[in-house]
């Protein structure tokens, strides 16, 4: 169906691209092909963003798009949004998800089978609803008949200087495969080498606001950046807090001063500077609020890719997928195929 030396995949729920970048800078690095075969995404400044940058306008809405029209593909990649987990959490089963963004992509996972898939999303997915909604998706992915695991990856681990905590959830078709999760690398980038040097006046905060943040925190002589929580409380790091779509515009700011300019926040998510801006700043803003981190995509993938057999690994003993999600075939499971064909 595919071939050897060439990945084809789905970015689903695509944004402005971050796993396109990751799964582009994983495959150059290993000498292997990747084909994007479709990618969606509603909002329309992310589709303007990803055809700026890749020369293809991704679809639109998801719940439009037929299964069986998906070309085949090797990998699905999806960062799908957080907002079903309240619906996902109060439902029973598999078959109460439907209705669900997450359910989209189960749908294409049941019609197209690839072999593998990676999924990103918020940390918070673990403890919703005391780890319910969690089980949920990974039973529904599990019933589906992929074994599955998940980790919690901090893109601080990754060289970026940003806190962000991400869980990944990764499956493949063969429910005997081990994934060996990345363990990161130690050196992290200087938030010196993220910081444009000359920025313009209109990203400075009001002299009221640029007051309040000196009278709770004292200056450093090296850069940081304060991050003001939903308390109020202000603390300054050497490294930024996650980025979020829906923050305040003072959330974070540069030695307490001013806010990050697109070019920053972009690059603390690991995009090159090659990388084109096309849209205003509320929307770049928001995008990379709700991006991923490259590096730690890059390096999920990476594992990917070994553990799938397109690049030989070492020998790593150890490596268990978590037990009780291994994979159960979708044909033997009626709770699926009910939900499937109704
Ligand atoms: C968490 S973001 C993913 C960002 C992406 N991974 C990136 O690196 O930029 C979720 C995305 O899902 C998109 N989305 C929400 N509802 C959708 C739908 N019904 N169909 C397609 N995309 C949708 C949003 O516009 C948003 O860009």
Redesign the pocket.
């Given at each position: 169906m595919l071939s050897a030396n060439g990945i084809r995949y789905v970015d689903l729920?695509?944004?402005?691209?971050?796993?396109r970048l990751a799964i582009g800078q994983a495959t150059r690095e290993l000498g292997l092909d990747a084909t994007c075969a479709l990618s969606?995404?509603?909002?329309e400044s992310?589709q303007d963003a990803y055809e700026a940058n890749f020369g293809e306008r991704p679809l639109?809405?998801?719940?439009a798009i037929v299964a069986d029209d998906v070309p085949d593909h090797n990998l699905l990649l999806a960062?799908?949004?957080c907002q079903p987990f309240s619906i996902i959490g109060s439902m029973l089963g598999f078959e109460d998800t439907r209705g669900t963004?997450f359910f989209e992509i189960c749908r294409i996972l049941e019609r197209k089978k690839p072999e593998a898939f990676v999924l990103?999303n918020v940390k918070l997915l673990v403890g919703h609803k005391k780890g319910r909604t969690l089980k949920k998706i990974l039973h529904s992915l599990a019933h589906l008949g992929y074994a599955v695991d998940f980790k919690v990856l901090n893109s601080l681990d990754f060289g970026l200087p940003q806190k962000r905590e991400r869980i990944f959830i990764v499956g493949f078709r063969a429910p005997s495969r081990a994934l060996f999760w990345p363990q990161g690398v130690s050196k992290m980038t200087p938030l010196e080498e993220i910081l444009e040097k000359r920025v313009a006046k209109k990203y400075y905060a009001s002299d009221r606001i640029i007051k309040s943040r000196l009278a709770a925190h004292k200056k450093r002589s090296y850069a940081t950046i304060w991050h003001e929580n939903k308390a109020g409380h202000i603390s300054a790091y050497p490294y930024s807090c996650a980025l979020r779509a829906g923050a305040s515009y003072n959330y974070l700011l540069v030695n307490g001063e001013r806010r990050l300019t697109p070019r920053e926040m972009l690059r603390l998510q690991g995009f090159p500077d090659t990388y084109k801006i096309v849209c205003n700043y509320s929307q770049t803003r928001k995008?990379a609020g709700?991006?991923?981190s490259v590096p730690v995509v890059s390096a999920v993938l990476r594992s990917v890719l070994e553990t799938l057999g397109y690049i030989s690994g070492q020998e790593k003993p150890g490596a268990t997928m978590t037990e009780q999600y291994a994979g159960t075939a979708s044909e033997n499971c009626p709770e699926v195929q009910a939900a499937l064909s109704s």
């Open positions: 729920f695509c944004g402005i691209g971050g796993f969606c995404d509603i909002d992310c639109g809405d998801i719940r960062g799908f949004p963004l990103e995008q709700n991006s991923v």
